[in-house]
């Protein structure tokens, strides 16, 4: 079957319509009728000869008769592979087409060039890797398209050179080799061969004398000079670039004297058309030589050759000679063996004598990528992501060993391995139901326990990077970058793992030296050692499988309502990895287990992606290091994954697409981990595991590749007959009549194929195992076997070794040699593979069961397949091959159990508090006779009833939440946190996590008690006692108008008298309530605080805060509080440490250490000051106590400051910053919740009920009137606190209040909307002060959550209107009026509505006022008093704007949530960076030494952060800045520069700025407001903006939206 469209459009780049890297290894059999292209693609991918052996020939001067035919051979030789031509090409073209028709040949370079062009950048980087991987070398440029390729050779790593890619090399030694001559005639390709060892198609166009039609072509290729040295007698071999240029080179001058160390050039025969002549000319010289001297090229310290050939003249060999002032060495001669070595051989002198004579040469040369080429002629780069960017990524997601990531981060795969164990314990036990049901139970706690690890797992930045790179949209982006994080997690484990291989070599030397000596003396602890060495080892392994692995756990763990739509995508992604054309894990590698479900998952999107297409099944097992993925990366040209310790893990499978097989769309390749691994030997369970997934990689499989090294196939033996008894024992073998599904195939690797008779040995063997094999497992089971008599290998085919038609393989060296030069494929190896591949294809699609043909299955059926294959596995019995069961694996479960003991912590308070405020009210209501009308208040502040000896106090209340809580602590959590901490592995965290406990303990009690105080006050004092200065208003005023003195009151009069009655009352609430003086009470308990009487500090407030005159100096545009509080508590310093004598020096730079201590200390300081104040309502005495405490507490832990003075000082300071915080929180809580206020608001109820007492109203309307007016009093405050809370819990969950970087997105995207509305100024406002801004973003999201106002409106005022209804159907014959509103009260309080502010409103002592209302009829009273407040609700006028009172509420949404500091649901942090003004990502109000500041940087020169001295806005971001290692000065001191690497010190409570993440629409103003920023700030234009900064607007908006359209639906 053929690609579909849609198959062939997800192997397009989105950005040029070019073919990805997938499109690149479609399978296709050979066919002599494929274009030039397609056979150009098919040899590179499968090892094949390309090009005619240049060491034969001799250049443009051959006259071999047979170059063409040779060539032509070269892909005849496929004719017998198949010979029906492709249904449909995927490499024809239309150009193809037309030189077809007109029978044009075009040169092998030229398709080259073709072929290239059709790929974007990762198929043409895989093109170049497998070029230079045989030595050829590779095209620099393509003229047709004008696109260059020195960026993309970023990505290219120079095969047999560790780690080192070819762009970005510069400590190889660099020849250019030019070619003057025409190119029929040129011989450089000789030269090229002869002394570089590199291959150039060039040769192969000479040879048949059909060159390429392009002017100008250069390559670059990675050569190798092999030379005797003579001083230690050995060969010598240095590794060289080498450009290769032929045609006209001069527009490719200025590049290559950039680029070469050395130049051979070979001048041409004809004297019009040499170098001399046609370029090199005196003037031409001097005009270079101004040229080079502007680009800093030295000439005369290049080695310059010239060779001319010798046209019969005698030879010229003239060691140095200068033509046109151009120095150079001259030669004229034959190209003879002779004149190669005496050239290379000056090569070498050359080269060695340039590195060594300067030793920085090689740092002072420009990366490949940074050479300019050929941008006269307008060629530009071939886009591509830069793989240092995301190296700096990973950097940032990875600041720890990847071990440390793997073992401590990881846990979700670890849980899963500790699942695995219990798994396996069931299938021992599995005929022990009581053993059965506990190993269930185990099983489910563990994944409870993994399922909450999924909340920790989501925030892990390595998993967030990886997400990240996987759901790049660009396919060409995302592969390159996939495959840079590949490459640098296994240079890194390369890095880390040393030691512990090592260490696994050294005890295995031992162990075995033992074990074979028998020597028993600490042999047991010598195993034990190996044991745990092979272990740590597999531990500390970190690969792509591994971010894979846990990506999946993630996915299942998680509960599918919390899901975010990143994670929902996560089996897509897995998908569209596959297609990308990598590998993914099948078989977890480590836990020997599938997780069916998420296989499942991504098997289903596969076959959303593929259009259900059929897959034939391929699997290759074998033991370690036999060549399996070797073996696969030549049969298929892939690129099977390679990481540390092993190339394989578990079993992987890699998905092929195929074009031209009508039987099948696609291959599924299934390479499986080597078995009898030296990793796992000697660990328990190793034998199971090799069994487990051989067993596996067969009966999947439609055919099964069984790799052997050499002659060592006893492994193999081993595992075939545990094959046959795990498959004997399931549906699956009866289905197919007892035989394997799998077709076997055998390949033995690194055999000597000349001995023909040694091969016929080993293939006899192979059939007496394979027969034994199956007698031994009807031998085992018995009778009752579905196998039947007939052996399943019955027709295996078992030819000799000459025969194309057999199954099994004799291969030799997957290289020609194994030290260079001839380190390259061998073709031979490449030829048989593709044989034996068609030869695979043959014996599956034709074979037949019974009458039943083979046929391919749909991913759907293989899913099925595959769940029905594991259950077999599982219900196999293997112990007969080994002796013990996996072991218990140690999870590092520390944080999940100890935010357990905190949830139970806030649970216990929780619970606490709300039995205590109902005991409060409980108490209140069972004395509410005459605790409003006669109470009093002693002079401790203590309620006084009518017995004088039974006060009221908050006290009691106090000392049992206390105690509740001191019994919860002290018996349980104590107990469990030290349990938890103290377990083994956990040391290294045990005092971290003591220290986050206490202070989590002390933060709870102040903040809960602080609670409890204000509800006490709340329902004890302030309404109460606001209710006795009102009953005693009403008291006055019904005494004042008795019936008989009503007439003589004029309205003049009464509104006088009013005046004066509540002036009156309310002086003396004042009196009783005056303002607490705040001052005083700090003062008196810091005066009374022992800690500090023990200390002796002297507490005094100046009379003039001296630090003022400091302050007055700071920059106007210095707002950064803490840091100006920080100053003047120095200033405070110096002025007590008289020797110290420039105070402006020492302000503004070069402090002393003992400064830097302090500073640090102070702002400490301040921070813990504002964390326990945060969301305190109202001053008291307990969080003054808890300042001194905590500040005492930091003080202490500083450094060096143990002298008094400073601790003095710091306490003082701290006092008066406590004290300008509290007053202000004071005053703002009085204004609303005084005694006095509470009256003052009441005027308009009292003046009410004053006129209508004295117009003689009778009592059933006063009471009704006054109820009315009381509920139109609060009616609408009470609303709007239910609308705030019923917001706040609706937005407590939303991912932009507690997701900084989603919250980015929004504020991003309201920038764009100011873009297209032409506001670039109010934007740059709101980049430069990013609290306002994220506070009005804020705001407009919450607006956007506040529920319908008018139906949440018309519901408050049915439930209130149901309220009434009930509390007048209460029917009492004696006070009525304290009845009604009692009930009302307590329907308020304790019905629907549950509103405080209604219950607090009508907290009222009717009695005395209203028992006329007990002579009226119960109905009339009922009916005025519902009438009246109903009245009420129906004038309450109705809410018609949702946008203005949405925007109104949100500013009181944002303020409860800071009241309420609940850690969980908390504004943003308004700490922003000093210099690029971007905000913190933590929480408000979050504990800084255990979360310090942290923020994702943008380019500083968008909020106005310029370079200094030259003031240029700058481009980069503080993070990248981190990474130079650059510097900055602050307020434009340039007396005091400060290191980026110093950023926390510089700036204490910050992090390193270490996230480098995108911020396209920062980046995107940046690059287009350049010139309008700096004009705004007085700054210069920034000159380096990278390219990457300039986008479109409409591409970044719809990726936001997109962004964040997709997690509103998740």
Same mark, same amino acid.
């Given at each position: 079957m053929s690609l579909s469209t849609y198959d062939k459009g997800i192997m397009q780049s989105t950005c040029n319509n070019k073919k990805s890297y997938a499109a690149f290894l479609i399978d296709r059999p050979f066919n002599e009728e494929d274009n030039l292209k397609a056979l150009l693609m098919n040899c590179l991918r499968y090892r094949l000869q390309i090009v005619r052996n240049s060491e034969t020939g001799t250049g443009g001067n051959t006259n071999d008769a047979d170059s063409e035919s040779d060539f032509e051979k070269d892909f005849r030789e496929w004719d017998d592979l198949d010979s029906s031509p492709s249904s449909e090409n995927f490499l024809s073209n239309s150009e193809d087409n037309e030189s077809s028709s007109t029978s044009k040949v075009i040169s092998v370079y030229d398709s080259l060039l073709q072929l290239i062009d059709e790929f974007d950048a990762t198929g043409a980087a895989e093109i170049f890797r497998l070029l230079l991987e045989r030595r050829a070398a590779i095209p620099l440029f393509v003229p047709k398209s004008k696109k260059h390729y020195l960026s993309l050779l970023r990505h290219v790593t120079l095969p047999r050179i560790d780690n080192i890619r070819l762009s970005e090399d510069k400590s190889l030694s660099r020849v250019a080799v030019i070619s003057c001559r025409q190119r029929k005639q040129s011989q450089t390709c000789d030269i090229l061969k002869s002394i570089f060892n590199i291959d150039s198609f060039h040769f192969l166009d000479l040879a048949t004398s059909n060159i390429s039609s392009e002017s100008m072509l250069a390559e670059i290729g990675c050569g190798c000079i092999v030379s005797d040295d003579c001083k230690t007698k050995t060969t010598k071999i240095q590794n060289v670039l080498v450009v290769h240029v032929m045609g006209d080179f001069k527009p490719l001058w200025s590049f290559l004297r950039r680029f070469a160390d050395c130049f051979l050039i070979e001048d041409s025969t004809v004297e019009s058309e040499s170098f001399f002549k046609a370029f090199m000319t005196k003037d031409k010289k001097r005009e270079l030589d101004s040229q080079d001297a502007a680009l800093g090229v030295e000439m005369h310290k290049s080695f310059n050759c010239l060779w001319k050939p010798s046209d019969g003249t005698p030879s010229q060999i003239e060691k140095k000679r200068k033509e046109n002032e151009f120095l150079h060495f001259y030669f004229q001669n034959q190209l003879s063996d002779t004149f190669k070595l005496e050239l290379k051989s000056d090569i070498v002198t050359c080269m060695d004598k340039t590195l060594t004579s300067n030793v920085d040469f090689a740092k002072k040369r420009l990366k490949l990528c940074d050479i300019p080429i050929l941008e006269a002629e307008e060629y530009r780069s071939l886009e591509c992501v830069s793989p240092t960017e995301i190296e700096s990524k990973i950097d940032e997601s990875v600041n720890k060993s990847l071990g440390n990531v793997r073992k401590n981060e990881f846990v979700l795969q670890k849980s899963f391995m500790q699942e695995a164990e219990h798994h396996e314990s069931k299938m021992e036990n599995r005929l022990k139901e009581e053993k059965l049901h506990e190993e269930d139970g185990k099983i489910k706690v563990i994944r409870e326990q993994r399922r909450a690890y999924t909340r920790q797992v989501e925030k892990n930045s390595l998993l967030r990077l990886f997400l990240s790179l996987l759901e790049t949209k660009d396919p060409c982006s995302r592969v390159l970058s996939i495959r840079v994080l590949e490459k640098e997690l296994a240079k890194r484990g390369e890095q880390e793992l040393g030691e512990l291989f090592k260490d696994v070599e050294n005890l295995s030397v031992s162990y075995w030296e033992k074990l074979n000596n028998a020597d028993e003396t600490d042999f047991h602890s010598v195993a034990k050692n190996l044991r745990s060495a092979k272990t740590n080892l597999i531990e500390n392994v970190l690969g792509i499988e591994h971010l894979w692995r846990e990506l999946s756990h993630l996915y299942v763990d998680m509960e599918p309502e919390r899901r975010s739509p990143a994670i929902e995508n996560i089996p897509r992604l897995a998908a569209q990895h596959l297609m990308d054309g990598f590998c993914l894990e099948l078989l977890d590698g480590d836990s020997n287990i599938i997780r069916e479900k998420w296989i499942k998952e991504v098997l289903q999107q596969l076959g959303s992606l593929t259009k259900r297409k059929r897959l034939f099944i391929l699997s290759v097992m074998g033991v370690q290091s036999s060549g399996k993925s070797t073996l696969l990366n030549t049969m298929f040209g892939i690129r099977m994954r390679t990481s540390v310790g092993q190339c394989t893990r578990g079993v992987n499978m890699q998905l092929v697409p195929v074009e031209g097989r009508p039987e099948y769309d696609y291959i599924l390749l299934l390479d499986t981990e080597g078995t009898r691994s030296s990793e796992y030997h000697g660990l328990p369970g190793s034998e199971k595991r090799d069994n487990q997934m051989a067993t596996l990689s067969i009966l999947l499989s439609d055919a099964t590749i069984v790799v052997m090294q050499g002659e060592n196939d006893a492994a193999t033996k081993e595992i075939l007959p545990i094959v046959l008894m795990a498959y004997q024992g399931s549906q699956l073998a009866e289905d197919n009549g007892g035989r394997l599904s799998s077709r076997m195939f055998f390949v033995y690797n690194r055999i000597d194929t000349s001995q023909k008779d040694k091969l016929g040995d080993i293939i006899q063997k192979l059939g007496t195992s394979l027969y034994e094999a199956f007698r031994q497992v009807q031998t085992s089971i018995g009778n009752s076997t579905n196998l039947k008599s007939e052996s399943p290998f019955a027709d295996f085919k078992f030819d000799t070794p000459d025969s194309s038609d057999s199954d099994v393989l004799f291969l030799g060296n997957v290289k020609k040699d194994s030290e260079p030069p001839n380190d390259v494929p061998n073709e031979k190896y490449g030829k048989e593979l593709i044989q034996f591949r068609e030869h695979i294809h043959q014996r599956v699609t034709n074979a037949k069961s019974g009458n039943t043909c083979w046929k391919s299955r749909s991913i759907n059926e293989f899913s099925e397949y595959t769940e029905e294959v594991w259950k077999c596995i599982c219900s196999a019995n293997f112990i007969f091959t080994f002796a013990t069961v996996v072991e218990n694996m140690s999870f590092d479960q520390l944080d999940l159990e100890y935010k357990a003991v905190e949830r139970e912590l806030a649970e216990a308070y929780e619970k606490s508090?709300?039995?205590?405020?109902?005991?409060?009210?409980?108490?209140?209501?069972?004395?509410?006779?005459?605790?409003?009308?006669?109470?009093?208040?002693?002079?401790?502040?203590?309620?006084?009833?009518?017995?004088?000896?039974?006060?009221?106090?908050?006290?009691?209340?106090?000392?049992?939440?206390?105690?509740?809580?001191?019994?919860?602590?002290?018996?349980?959590?104590?107990?469990?946190? +030290?349990?938890?901490?103290?377990? +083994?592995?956990?040391?290294?965290?045990?005092?971290?996590?003591?220290?986050?406990?206490?202070?989590?303990?002390?933060?709870?009690?102040?903040?809960?008690?602080?609670?409890?105080?204000?509800?006490?006050?709340?329902?004890?004092?302030?309404?109460?006692?606001?209710?006795?200065?009102?009953?005693?208003?009403?008291?006055?005023?019904?005494?004042?108008?008795?019936?008989?003195?009503?007439?003589?009151?004029?309205?003049?009069?009464?509104?006088?008298?009013?005046?004066?009655?509540?002036?009156?009352?309310?002086?003396?609430?004042?009196?009783?309530?005056?303002?607490?003086?705040?001052?005083?009470?700090?003062?008196?308990?810091?005066?009374?605080?022992?800690?500090?009487?023990?200390?002796?500090?002297?507490?005094?407030?100046?009379?003039?805060?001296?630090?003022?005159?400091?302050?007055?100096?700071?920059?106007?545009?210095?707002?950064?509080?803490?840091?100006?509080?920080?100053?003047?508590?120095?200033?405070?310093?110096?002025?007590?440490?008289?020797?110290?004598?420039?105070?402006?020096?020492?302000?503004?730079?070069?402090?002393?250490?003992?400064?830097?201590?302090?500073?640090?200390?102070?702002?400490?300081?301040?921070?813990?000051?504002?964390?326990?104040?945060?969301?305190?309502?109202?001053?008291?005495?307990?969080?003054?106590?808890?300042?001194?405490?905590?500040?005492?507490?930091?003080?202490?832990?500083?450094?060096?400051?143990?002298?008094?003075?400073?601790?003095?000082?710091?306490?003082?300071?701290?006092?008066?910053?406590?004290?300008?915080?509290?007053?202000?929180?004071?005053?703002?809580?009085?204004?609303?919740?005084?005694?006095?206020?509470?009256? +003052?608001?009441?005027?308009?109820?009292?003046?009410?009920?004053?006129?209508?007492?004295?117009?003689?109203?009778?009592?059933?309307?006063?009471?009704?009137?006054?109820?009315?007016?009381?509920?139109?009093?609060?009616?609408?405050?009470?609303?709007?606190?239910?609308?705030?809370?019923?917001?706040?819990?609706?937005?407590?969950?939303?991912?932009?209040?507690?997701?900084?970087?989603?919250?980015?997105?929004?504020?991003?995207?309201?920038?764009?909307?100011?873009?297209?509305?032409?506001?670039?100024?109010?934007?740059?406002?709101?980049?430069?002060?990013?609290?306002?801004?994220?506070?009005?973003?804020?705001?407009?999201?919450?607006?956007?959550?506040?529920?319908?106002?008018?139906?949440?409106?018309?519901?408050?005022?049915?439930?209130?209107?149901?309220?009434?209804?009930?509390?007048?159907?209460?029917?009492?014959?004696?006070g009525r009026a304290q009845q009604f509103v009692s009930q009302l009260r307590t329907e308020f309080l304790e019905g629907y509505l549950q509103s405080e502010t209604l219950g607090s409103a009508f907290l009222i002592d009717c009695s005395g006022e209203y028992e006329d209302c007990d002579n009226e009829e119960k109905k009339e009273f009922q009916e005025a008093c519902t009438q009246k407040l109903h009245e009420v609700l129906e004038k309450q006028p109705a809410f018609k704007n949702q946008g203005v009172y949405a925007k109104e509420l949100s500013l009181k949404v944002v303020q409860y949530m800071v009241t309420l500091n609940d850690q969980a649901a908390l504004p943003r942090c308004d700490e922003c960076c000093r210099l690029c003004k971007s905000l913190c990502l933590e929480a408000a109000n979050h504990d800084i030494e255990l979360r310090p500041h942290d923020a994702v940087h943008q380019p500083g020169g968008v909020a106005g952060f310029s370079y200094h001295p030259t003031n240029e806005l700058v481009a980069t971001t503080c993070c990248q800045s981190y990474e130079k290692d650059s510097s900055f000065v602050l307020n434009g001191d340039d007396t005091k520069w400060y290191k980026y690497k110093d950023y926390a010190t510089v700036f204490p409570g910050w992090k390193d700025p270490r996230i480098l993440e995108e911020l396209p629409v920062r980046e995107y103003i940046l690059a287009t407001y350049n010139k309008e920023i700096a004009e705004k700030y007085n700054l210069e234009p920034c000159t380096t903006i990278p390219a990457s900064y300039f986008r479109h607007l409409s591409t970044i908006r719809k990726h936001l939206e997109e962004e964040i359209g997709g997690s509103m639906k998740g």
């Open positions: 508090f709300e039995n205590i405020r109902k005991r409060m009210r409980k108490f209140i209501e069972e004395k509410n006779l005459f605790l409003c009308s006669t109470s009093t208040r002693d002079q401790d502040g203590k309620i006084q009833g009518r017995n004088e000896n039974s006060p009221v106090s908050s006290d009691p209340f106090r000392s049992s939440l206390r105690n509740e809580i001191f019994l919860v602590i002290k018996e349980k959590l104590d107990e469990k946190v +030290e349990k938890i901490v103290k377990k +083994e592995g956990r040391e290294k965290w045990s005092h971290q996590f003591e220290e986050i406990w206490k202070n989590n303990k002390k933060d709870q009690a102040l903040n809960w008690e602080c609670n409890l105080l204000n509800t006490f006050n709340v329902l004890f004092t302030y309404e109460r006692d606001v209710e006795k200065y009102r009953k005693k208003m009403r008291t006055e005023i019904n005494t004042l108008f008795k019936p008989s003195s009503t007439n003589s009151w004029t309205e003049d009069n009464k509104k006088e008298k009013f005046e004066e009655m509540f002036r009156s009352i309310l002086t003396e609430a004042k009196k009783e309530f005056p303002p607490k003086v705040v001052k005083n009470e700090i003062t008196k308990v810091y005066q009374e605080s022992p800690v500090i009487k023990n200390r002796k500090i002297d507490i005094k407030w100046p009379d003039v805060d001296e630090s003022l005159a400091l302050e007055a100096n700071q920059p106007e545009k210095e707002e950064d509080k803490k840091s100006r509080w920080v100053l003047n508590l120095l200033f405070q310093y110096r002025k007590h440490l008289p020797s110290i004598t420039n105070i402006v020096k020492k302000i503004r730079g070069n402090k002393e250490k003992e400064e830097i201590e302090i500073s640090k200390c102070a702002g400490t300081v301040y921070d813990t000051i504002n964390k326990i104040v945060s969301g305190k309502l109202c001053y008291d005495d307990s969080i003054i106590e808890s300042v001194i405490r905590e500040v005492d507490e930091k003080i202490k832990k500083a450094d060096n400051l143990t002298e008094n003075t400073v601790a003095t000082i710091m306490h003082n300071h701290g006092m008066r910053l406590i004290l300008k915080v509290m007053e202000k929180t004071q005053k703002e809580w009085e204004k609303q919740n005084s005694v006095p206020a509470k009256l +003052e608001s009441h005027e308009a109820i009292l003046r009410n009920t004053f006129m209508m007492v004295s117009q003689g109203v009778e009592k059933t309307q006063l009471f009704a009137a006054t109820m009315a007016k009381t509920l139109e009093f609060s009616i609408i405050s009470a609303f709007e606190k239910e609308m705030v809370q019923k917001t706040f819990q609706g937005i407590r969950k939303e991912r932009w209040l507690y997701d900084a970087r989603f919250m980015q997105k929004h504020m991003d995207l309201h920038l764009i909307d100011l873009l297209e509305k032409n506001k670039l100024n109010e934007a740059l406002d709101n980049i430069r002060v990013p609290k306002a801004f994220y506070a009005d973003i804020l705001q407009q999201l919450i607006a956007q959550k506040v529920p319908a106002v008018k139906d949440e409106w018309k519901n408050f005022k049915n439930q209130l209107s149901q309220a009434i209804k009930k509390a007048a159907a209460v029917q009492v014959d004696s």
